[in-house]
């Protein structure tokens, strides 16, 4: 059964740059569609960005585009990245990446079957 794993979230300052990853493992991913969530203190999870498995077509939150960029490694073909720039408190929250197998319009977490545990980001003001 796969397994995603995100990792990379701390504590940064605002205005930093953080990227986080998430790896697939443990057998074939099916998903077409890799995305990331977050859920903030006291708040329901919210869609972050999505992307077809091979970095193409990303689709952004209004909040976050313009500062965060999601990318597949091309070398590692089972991880993904978020690169979140220019980081806000307001962006403190646990971060998780899961797969769908839409291919288009993929913001909700009822279109993801497959998910990660999350890791948290912090960032102070």
């Known amino acids: 059964q796969v397994q995603l794993v995100a990792s990379g979230g701390e504590l940064v300052q605002a205005g930093a740059s953080l990227r986080l990853s998430c790896a697939a493992s443990?057998?074939?991913?099916?998903?077409?569609?890799i995305g990331w969530f977050r859920q903030p203190p006291g708040k329901e999870r919210e869609f972050v960005a999505s992307?077809?498995?091979?970095?193409?077509?990303?689709?952004y939150a209004p909040s976050v585009k313009g500062r965060f960029a999601i990318s597949r490694d091309n070398a590692k073909k089972n991880t993904w990245y978020l690169q979140m720039d220019s980081l806000k408190p307001e962006d403190t929250a646990v971060y998780y990446c899961?797969?769908?197998?839409?291919?288009?319009?993929?913001?909700?977490?009822?279109?993801?079957?497959?998910w990660g545990q999350g890791t948290q980001v912090t960032v102070s003001s």
């Open positions: 899961a797969g769908s197998s839409k291919l288009v319009g993929a913001t909700r977490e009822s279109d993801y079957v497959t």
């Open positions: 443990g057998g074939t991913f099916s998903s077409n569609t």
């Open positions: 992307a077809l498995l091979n970095g193409r077509l990303p689709d």
